[in-house]
């Protein structure tokens, strides 16, 4: 008997692939969607997970095995279940490993397989399945050399082959090229059959790679690492919000000319595209970096930028210090990067397009709200307006500076989910700023006073 | 402690004469296993499948007893019989069914249907007209294969909530339908009891004995770490389709461990199974003054099979291959095995065939006494193509011991496993039949 995987998956076609991921950019751009995918189904009887990592080469395999059904398996006994008595008995076990792993490719050549180092976790839940160890050890699986190495038989049956009853569930972690970097689903399980009696053997077709799904995917990921994560969307909003003033005497005063502040508005986001891409590729790329202190110093960089959004800092130097913190937030971007794994062109190719995907989000948001920016800076309310907005910014900023350095808190995590009502907040700007600028048309119409609004509009 | 048993014996409660414990028994909670092992318990054990025949000579329970001192080695006795009675025995715990049976009996003519007197149909529509109308809802649900399909081993909280269980060692096919049992007042448990009582039959040890038991087993374990997704408020009770004299219902109640699934077609039993029994604390306990062990008369039954083959016979049974849970759990339905493993019952000698025959009786009579007379003569009349196998340890107490009796109707599997919430090891088991599961239902 031969489980095939998810019709929908197997029947993929890079067309579909990219018309696919072209769906998803406009649908995250659209703000409308949620993250996430399905978790593999809970078990109550110890089952054995294989997650496999498809690389550009190889692809490993990750696999956790029940101690007690893996020594019922092989009748080796384990005793004690520990490390050491797993690693006094390596030989014998790997050797058993090895014997019950085989893919073959579907012209019946043989992978060739390596088994890493073995270690024991615990795993399980007190109220299912009880508290249970486990084997935990990664196989690196080589196809031989002209073979299609995203249609294979999986060939294994480590357990099932002696425990009937054992089950193992198979899921794909990632697969750069069939567009799946983060999410992974399942692919099938290996059981016995019971009428027949035969052990399912999975056959997996991962359907067509390609390096336009990896890309594309990349591009995807990236928008959805700025629409996650609002610490980014704040830094860069909230110093655009005194971005249509004029600094008069450390004090922010009317509004700047249009042309100016647009001007700015741009000089702030590219300076800060260009220090994020810069540390971004250079991490990747090898660059150490420490994630805790980089995450503090973001949180610090709001924390500036809200405090220079109601008293200005560094008035006329936004665009440098934008360019500074950019170089900050590129080497948290690059975690989300490393933990990929990638090499080669993948990497490379990763680095293009989760920067351009990070780039068109952050655009897309900059585009959404700073119109409504420029109007309300022409308004009485727009002191206020920004005061207020600083002030929350600076208070997220603090609680995430706490949250960071090892006090976790409520304002913390009430600003992780201010992304949530980022789309409320957009919603009742552009309503208030055309409800301005209606008004202001009817009373220059009326021929009001409003007239130097009306003119710098016109700038 | 014994009153249950001695209101069996004399009561006459379901509006008809109908074999009482005094006939049934097919054996009690034991004291224990070595004692089973000591005794020829070859011939009480003969005695008992002859005894779940109606219309077998009605030997009285007090004639078997006088002459057969080996009863009391199973400790049977305790409740039956105060001469041979032994404080030792473990015990039944459960309201006596006469008199939920008094009251029932009383709403049975307001009922006023077609439905006969006394029958499980009507006793589920005297349950039925206990209820308010939202627990009627909630009670009465389509006849399909998907809601009968709705059984499983695990606790409902692991069923409905994140959890929902794969294929394999649990789940099922989704949370468990109907009326939950925590939800029912005094006299609507008490109607409750008395259909249960009917529809699960009055042997010692089995059946609605054993029933009781095992909702103070979820209780304990509830109690002693499992926290709150154990105990009573687990249980659910269904009828699919409406019960009545005519067409295709099924009564089905189940929560962690345990699934009644009785389906009649125009008033007769179609069917009993799947019939999910497991147990966690398997080893006898307290609770609320009684002493439990809700499987033991089951697994007793299995070792005594066991044991009784020879050395040779035991290697025949004895399967390659190793199985940490029941074969055909929860979602595998109709996926019996096309060729039977291990030892032909056909190669055993008589005494060894009853011993076979007992341990089907430990899971047939967990229905009517009447129904269980009538399943267990078609599995006798087929004992000669059933199978018997094993894999593990013939005591059948180790994590992985297991043990299959797989025949031209009946399947019936017994797997060890280890404990969940307490230290013990505790077991799963399951009663199939390849014709009649789901009363026959297979889309």
């Known amino acids: 008997m031969q489980a095939t995987v998810p019709k929908a998956r197997a029947a993929r076609k890079p067309r579909a692939a990219v018309v696919r991921c072209l ?6 751009l659209a703000g409308s969607f949620a993250t996430g995918a399905a978790p593999a189904s809970a ?45 006094a008995h390596a030989v014998e076990i790997t050797s058993y490993l090895l014997a019950h792993f085989a893919p073959t490719s579907d012209t019946g050549q043989a992978w060739a397989v390596t088994v890493g180092e073995l270690s024991v976790t615990e795993a399980g839940s007190a109220a299912t399945t009880g508290i249970y160890k486990e084997l935990q050890t990664t196989f690196t699986l080589t196809p031989p050399a002209g073979s299609n190495a995203r249609s294979f038989n999986l060939g294994y049956d480590i357990i099932v082959n002696q425990v009937v009853t054992h089950v193992v569930l198979v899921s794909v972690g990632s697969d750069w090229s069939g567009g799946v970097v983060t999410g992974a689903y399942q692919l099938g399980t290996i059981r016995l059959d019971t009428a027949s009696g ?47 003033l004029l600094a008069v005497r450390r004090r922010w005063s009317g509004p700047a000319p249009v042309k100016r502040a647009v001007r700015r508005i741009t000089g702030i986001t590219l300076a800060f595209t260009v220090g994020h891409s810069l540390t971004l590729a250079l991490a990747t790329l090898g660059f150490p970096v420490t994630a805790a202190p980089i995450e503090a110093l973001i949180a610090v960089s709001i924390l500036i930028a809200a405090v220079h959004a109601i008293r200005p800092l560094f008035a006329g130097k936004e665009v440098l210090v934008a360019g500074f913190f950019g170089l900050i937030h590129g080497l948290a971007f690059s975690e989300t990067l490393r933990e990929l794994n990638l090499t080669g062109t993948q990497l490379g190719l990763s680095l293009l397009g989760f920067n351009l995907g990070i780039e068109a989000m952050q655009l897309f948001v900059v585009a959404v709200v700073l119109p409504p920016l420029v109007l309300l800076a022409r308004a009485g309310i727009y002191r206020r307006l920004r005061e207020g907005a600083a002030l929350l910014a600076a208070v997220a900023a603090a609680g995430w500076l706490a949250a960071r350095l090892g006090f976790p808190n409520v304002v913390a995590s009430a ?34 006073t409003s007239e130097r609004a009306l003119m710098a509009l016109r700038q | 402690m014994c009153q249950a048993a001695a209101a069996g014996g ?96 009383a709403t049975a003519s307001a009922t006023g249907s077609t439905t006969a ?86 042997a010692k040890g089995l059946g609605y004995d054993e029933v009781q038991q095992h909702l103070n087993a979820d209780e304990y374990l509830g109690a002693n770490g499992g926290g709150n997704d154990y105990g009573r408020s687990g249980y659910y009770i269904a009828f699919l389709g409406s019960p009545a004299d005519t067409g295709t219902w099924e009564f089905q109640f ?90 032909q019952v056909s190669k055993l000698s008589s005494e060894q065939k009853k011993l076979v025959l007992a341990a089907i009786a430990g899971y047939a009579n967990d229905i009517a006494d009447d129904d269980a007379a009538t399943i ?34 009946v399947w019936i599997e017994f797997s060890m496993q280890r404990g969940i919430v307490l230290s013990g090891n505790h077991p799963h088991s399951l009663w199939r039949d390849r014709n009649t599961d789901y009363g026959g239902t297979k889309d």
């Open chain 1, 23 to 28: 769906l998803t950019v406009l649908l995250v």
């Open chain 1, 43 to 87: 078990h109550v009887l110890p089952t054995s997970i294989v997650q496999l990592d498809v690389r550009e080469d190889v692809i490993e395999a990750r696999v956790n095995l029940p101690l007690d059904d893996l020594e019922s398996a092989t009748g080796i006994d384990l005793g004690d279940q520990t490390s050491e008595t797993v690693k």
């Open chain 1, 198 to 244: 035969v052990v399912s053997s999975l056959h997996v077709d991962l359907g067509q790679g390609s390096n336009t799904s990896g890309f594309l995917s990349m591009v995807a990921l990236g928008i959805h690492h700025i629409q996650d994560g609002t610490d980014h969307q704040l830094f860069l909003l909230t110093l655009l919000v005194p971005a249509p």
């Open chain 1, 415 to 448: 600003a992780d989910n201010l992304g949530g009502a980022s789309m409320l907040i957009v919603g009742v700007l552009w309503v208030a700023a055309i409800v301005l600028f209606l008004g202001q048309r009817r009373r220059v119409g009326e021929s009001t």
């Open chain 2, 10 to 105: 004399s009561s006459d409660w379901r509006g008809r004469r109908v074999s009482t414990f005094d006939g049934q028994l097919p054996f009690g909670p034991l004291t224990g296993y070595p004692q089973f092992r000591e005794s020829p318990g070859t011939v009480s054990i003969r005695t008992l499948v002859d005894m779940t025949t109606p219309d077998s000579p009605s030997l009285s329970r007090r004639t078997l007893l006088g002459s057969l001192p080996v009863f009391g080695l199973f400790a049977l006795a305790a409740c039956s019989s105060p001469s041979t009675s032994t404080p030792t025995a473990t015990a039944s715990t459960t309201p006596a069914p006469s008199s939920a049976a008094a009251s029932a009996s």
């Open chain 2, 117 to 202: 007197a006394g029958t499980v149909a009507q006793l589920a529509q005297s349950f039925q007209a206990t209820l308010g109308t939202d627990l009627q809802s909630q009670l009465l649900q389509d006849y399909s294969l998907a809601n009968a399909k709705l059984w499983s081993n695990l606790p409902q909280a692991l069923l409905s909530g994140g959890m929902g269980g794969g294929p394999g060692g649990g789940g099922g096919s989704g949370p468990r339908i109907g009326l939950n049992l925590a939800d029912l007042n005094e006299s609507q448990l008490s109607a409750f009891n008395t259909l249960l009582a009917a529809a699960t039959g009055s």
């Open chain 2, 254 to 343: 189940g929560g962690h461990h345990l699934a009644v699934a009785n389906t009649y077609k125009n008033g007769v039993l179609a069917g009993a199974t799947p019939s999910f029994r497991g147990i966690e604390p398997n080893s006898a306990f307290d609770y609320n003054g009684t002493t439990n062990q809700p499987m033991a008369a089951k697994e007793a039954a299995f070792a005594a099979l066991l044991a009784g083959l020879t050395t040779d016979q035991q290697a025949t049974a004895k399967l390659s291959k190793t199985y940490s849970d029941l074969l055909l759990g929860p979602g595998q339905d109709w996926a019996f095995p096309t060729t039977k493993e291990g030892l």
């Open chain 2, 376 to 409: 267990l003569r078609r599995y006798e009349n087929e004992l000669d193509g059933t199978y018997v196998a094993y894999s593990g340890t013939t005591a059948l107490t180790q994590q992985n011991d297991y043990i299959r009796i797989d025949g031209p109707s």
